[in-house]
């Protein structure tokens, strides 16, 4: 196991990142809304971090496909 | 030195101690002095994590560490930052502001058992001292390099600087005067990038020089043979390990969420901070790989950042980049200050002495922050004899974070973990990351090994011992999924 583990190349790596970052989006929208805007002024769109977390999201996929 | 290069220093520093002195003036309690007043938005407490974040062992060290390694060293600000960051944003703050925290320690305090609290805090403030003290020693080499000060007249200087706001102001001192140095970074660092690229012939031809002469320095993840950062390592240690329980548990980083205006402003200042976070590399990777590309005649690849400043930058913009890496370093300092003298007065203090006089809390506080700043000072000297100063900070780090990380986990999303198996696994996986240590084990994998240990410990000794009622948990765990 620890021989398989030690001779993938790097690029295992970045393709186990990238599907990190998909399960995480995939956590971050099932997390309920109320929790979201709890304290905040108002419902507005831009207020739902969950879409700043998808962006900062993608931005990493395409650094880790950019870097691989 | 460039008579614009001294103005914008001098410039620097009177606006940074002016802003710190006016917003003292709003200091009237240990909440305020602490936590701000509960009054920093979303934007000012970001731009503050990101102040605290980088610190020496970004610009100076990170840098250093780009120049051998390449783009690599980047999966400190990705992989070993942002899904840590986004779990501390929709999780873990929200969390820690249901329980009505000041501190982590506070929560683990709440969660286990006092004596839980006072462990993690005066761990955390250790480590915290001799951060402190390596923020110390790399401001003062970089204004040896730069100015040509004696090491000693650096600290001392950055000693009074930092001491000024930070004893006076608290953390809303703090945590504005980060909220502007990171403004800086960012200009200066980006300026950085622009002229470097220029110079090295635009974007493709500093590419194309450096995939020529070093290959692997546009690959995120190095070979699983690389002597530092094999990327095993990398994944299950600083992506596992090591960045959630800086990012989910470091007290110095979450502190200025604690003192939001809200809940919202808290979950958002993290993310926001995530977004700069993801660009960090520009200021502190790039300019390593810039100095290999103009193949900087350098001894240590810690003084490329330093080569760059001097041999990159016209006057005046060279001044705004040292007051960058200055304001730095500076920023890690007083938040380090201000977030140890917190735990020492609260969770050290407030439980070993439960009949000490709460309305005291603000006069220590501030005595404190002087304390732990002069005897940052005095270690700052040592550092040097104790190797890189990256290095140094990561292996500290991986000797407890898994441990802190194990715990936290456990006691946020399950019942099951109690107070006896949480002192027991905190000490004994600490002790068992000491001994990694000794037998000469790779940091990343010491503290991958320290969290697996202290899981297993924590899950297995809870089932021997009484667990907390299930109504006494209701604000200390995170359970939105949870059917009751």
């Known amino acids: 196991m620890m021989a398989f583990w030690s001779s993938m190349p790097e690029i295992w790596a970045n393709y186990l990142s990238i599907l990190g970052f998909v399960l995480l989006l995939l956590l971050v929208w099932r997390i309920p809304r109320h929790l979201i805007f709890s304290g905040a002024p108002d419902q507005a769109r831009w207020r739902d971090i969950r879409i700043w977390a998808t962006v900062l999201i993608a931005i990493q996929i395409v650094l880790y496909t950019l870097f691989s | ?484």
């Open chain 2, 1 to 484: 030195m460039h008579g614009l290069d001294a103005a914008v220093i001098v410039g620097y520093l009177v606006v940074i101690i002016f802003v710190g002195l006016r917003l003292s003036k709003k200091v009237n309690n240990a909440h305020d002095f602490f936590l701000a007043g509960r009054s920093l938005t979303f934007w000012i407490i970001g731009l503050s994590i990101i102040g605290t974040n980088i610190g020496a062992d970004s610009y100076i060290g990170a840098s250093g560490n780009a120049f051998q390694i390449g783009v690599a060293q980047a999966n400190f600000e990705w992989i070993g930052a942002i899904p840590a960051m986004i779990l501390a944003s929709l999780i873990f703050i929200p969390l820690y502001w249901k329980a009505g925290v000041y501190s982590i320690p506070e929560y683990l305090g709440k969660r286990y058992s006092p004596a839980v609290r006072v462990m993690a805090a005066l761990i955390t403030s250790v480590v915290a001292v001799f951060a402190i003290a390596t923020a110390l020693w790399a401001l003062a080499l970089t204004l040896e390099t730069y100015l040509g000060w004696p090491t000693w007249v650096g600290i001392m200087v950055t000693g009074i600087i930092v001491g000024t706001y930070s004893i006076s102001g608290g953390l809303a001192a703090v945590a504005f005067t980060d909220a502007l140095q990171v403004i800086i970074m960012f200009v200066g660092g980006l300026v950085v990038v622009w002229l470097g690229i220029s110079e090295t012939g635009g974007l493709s031809g500093f590419t194309a020089t450096l995939s020529e002469s070093h290959p692997t320095h546009l690959q995120a993840y190095l070979p699983a043979d690389h002597e530092s950062f094999p990327w095993q390592g990398v994944l299950l240690g600083l992506g596992i390990v090591l960045s959630p329980a800086y990012w989910c548990a470091g007290q110095a980083i979450l502190q200025r969420s604690l003192g939001a205006r809200s809940q919202w402003d808290a979950s958002a200042g993290m993310m926001f901070a995530g977004l700069a976070k993801t660009f960090i590399p520009l200021l502190v990777v790039f300019p390593g790989m810039l100095a290999l590309v103009m193949h900087a005649d350098i001894e240590f690849p810690d003084q490329s950042m330093p080569w760059v400043i001097k041999n990159v930058l016209p006057p005046g913009l060279s001044g705004l980049l040292f007051i960058a890496i200055i304001a730095a370093l500076q920023s890690s300092i007083d938040s380090g200050l201000n977030s140890t003298s917190l735990m020492i007065t609260r969770d050290v203090r407030g439980v070993l002495l439960p009949n000490a006089d709460p309305q005291n809390d603000l006069k220590i506080g501030r005595y404190l922050t002087l304390t732990f700043l002069l005897a940052a000072m005095l270690t700052a000297p040592m550092i040097a004899q104790m190797g890189g100063i990256y290095q140094f900070i990561q292996t500290i780090l991986s000797l407890f974070q898994g441990p802190m990380l194990a715990l936290l986990l456990l006691g946020a999303f399950t019942r099951r973990a109690t107070a006896k198996a949480g002192l027991w696994t905190l000490i004994s996986g600490v002790a068992l990351a000491g001994v990694l240590l000794q037998l000469g084990l790779n940091m990343l994998y010491i503290a991958f090994f320290g969290f697996v240990y202290s899981l297993i410990s924590l899950w297995v000794v809870s089932g021997f011992t009484q667990p907390a009622q299930a109504r006494d948990l209701t604000n200390l765990t995170y359970a939105p999924w949870r059917r009751t």
